[in-house]
C-alpha cells in the first residue's frame, strides 16, 4: 500500500500546512509595504486526492485622489472695485458702469428742477426753456383720398359716429375751401345787414379804429370773430358777436361820456340885470300883415305892434 502524501494528510487532517508555500520565508512588513495598498484575491481551495495551495495574487494598488483635482478651480473676475462691485466679464462692467452713469444723470438732473444748483459743480443753473410743440401738417382730405377713407374705416371701426362725422364735415370744407372767401364775405354782409336793423351805424363801426382797438382789448371776443368769419359751421353767430364788440366799445368809452356829460352839467354864473321898465327884448312882430305907413292896414299893424311892446303910453 503506497505511503500517503502530505497533501493527502493534510486533507485527512483538516488543515493546510503552508511551510513550504512561496513567500513564506519573507516578512509582514515586506509583504504589505506601507505606502502601497496590496489586496489578495480569495482561494478557493479544492480537496482532492492531489490538493495544493493556490497561491495569492497581488493587484496593482489604487492610486490615491488628487487634491488639487478635488478642488473646482476659481472663477477668474474681470474687475473689482473698491466699492465692493465685482465684474465678471468685459461685457458687465460695460453694463454695470453705463447704467450707474445714466442713475446719476438723472438724479442730476432731478436735483437740478428742484433746487436750480449742479450737485456735481455746486453751481447756479438757470432753467432749460420748455420744448415747443411742432406743428403738424393738417392733411386735405380733397387732395388725399387715402387719410380720408382711413379716417373713415377708423371712426367706423371703432364706432366712434363723432369721428366719423368730424371727418365727413371736414373733407366738405376741404373742396369747398377755393370758393370759402366768397361764401364767406356773403355771410358777413348778411350779418351786417341783419345788425343794422337795430344798430344804424354797425357798418361804420365795424370799418372803423374803435372796432380794432375793442378787438385788441377782448382777445376772447376777437377769436370769436375770427372763427365765425372763417368757418361756415359758426356763420350763425355773426351778427350776436358784431353786437357784442359794439356794446363793448360802448362800455370802453363810457368814462369819456360820463366825464362830457359831468362837464356840460356844471352850473354857469348867472350875470345880474338891471330891472327896466320895457321888456328887454322886443317881442317878434307880428305875422298877421305887412307893417308899413303907406297903407291902411299897414299903420293899424304898426299899432298893434307898439301897442303889444308897451310903446303907445311913452311920452316924449
Known amino acids: 500500500m503506497p505511503e500517503p502524501t502530505k497533501s493527502a494528510a493534510n486533507a485527512a487532517s483538516r488543515s493546510v500546512d503552508l511551510s513550504d508555500a512561496p513567500g513564506g520565508d519573507m516578512l509582514f512588513e515586506q509583504l504589505f509595504p506601507a505606502d502601497e495598498v496590496q489586496t ?16 495569492p495574487q497581488a493587484t496593482q494598488p489604487a492610486a490615491a485622489p488628487d487634491p488639487a483635482a478635488a478642488t473646482p478651480p476659481q472663477e477668474e473676475l474681470f474687475l473689482q472695485v473698491p ?43 438757470a432753467p432749460a426753456p420748455a420744448p415747443q410743440p411742432q406743428p403738424t401738417a393738417e392733411v386735405n382730405f380733397a387732395n388725399n383720398g387715402a387719410e380720408y377713407v382711413k379716417a373713415l374705416t ?54 372803423s379804429n374803435d372796432f380794432s382797438m375793442t378787438l385788441e382789448q377782448n382777445p376772447i371776443l376777437k377769436q370769436a370773430i375770427e372763427s365765425a368769419e372763417s368757418n361756415f359751421a359758426f356763420n350763425g353767430q ?69 301897442e303889444s311892446q308897451g310903446l303907445d303910453k311913452v311920452t316924449f
Open 238 to 306: 355773426l351778427p350776436g358777436l358784431y353786437k357784442l364788440a359794439y356794446q363793448a366799445n360802448q362800455s370802453r368809452k363810457l368814462p369819456e361820456l360820463l366825464a362830457a356829460a359831468t362837464a356840460s352839467a356844471r352850473v354857469q354864473p348867472v350875470q345880474p340885470t338891471r330891472p327896466t321898465t320895457t321888456a328887454a327884448t322886443l317881442p317878434p312882430p307880428d305875422a298877421a300883415g305887412p307893417m308899413d305907413l303907406t297903407t291902411s292896414e299897414g299903420r293899424k299893424n304898426l299899432i298893434k305892434q307898439f
Open 154 to 207: 377708423e371712426a367706423y371701426q371703432k364706432q366712434d359716429w363723432d369721428a366719423y362725422a368730424r371727418a365727413q364735415s371736414k373733407f366738405l370744407m376741404d373742396t369747398l375751401a377755393p370758393v370759402a372767401p366768397v361764401f364767406m364775405g356773403a355771410a358777413k354782409q348778411q350779418a351786417v345787414s341783419t345788425v343794422e336793423a337795430e344798430l344804424k351805424d354797425i357798418r361804420g363801426f365795424l370799418g
Open 40 to 55: 489578495t484575491a480569495p482561494t478557493n481551495a479544492t480537496v482532492s486526492g492531489d490538493t495544493s495551495g493556490t497561491q
Open 83 to 125: 466699492t465692493g462691485t465685482v465684474y465678471k466679464t468685459r461685457e458687465e462692467a460695460i453694463k454695470g458702469f453705463a447704467h450707474k452713469d445714466e442713475v446719476i444723470e438723472q438724479l442730476r438732473q432731478r436735483f437740478i428742477a428742484e433746487r436750480g444748483i449742479d450737485p456735481i459743480t455746486n453751481k447756479q443753473v
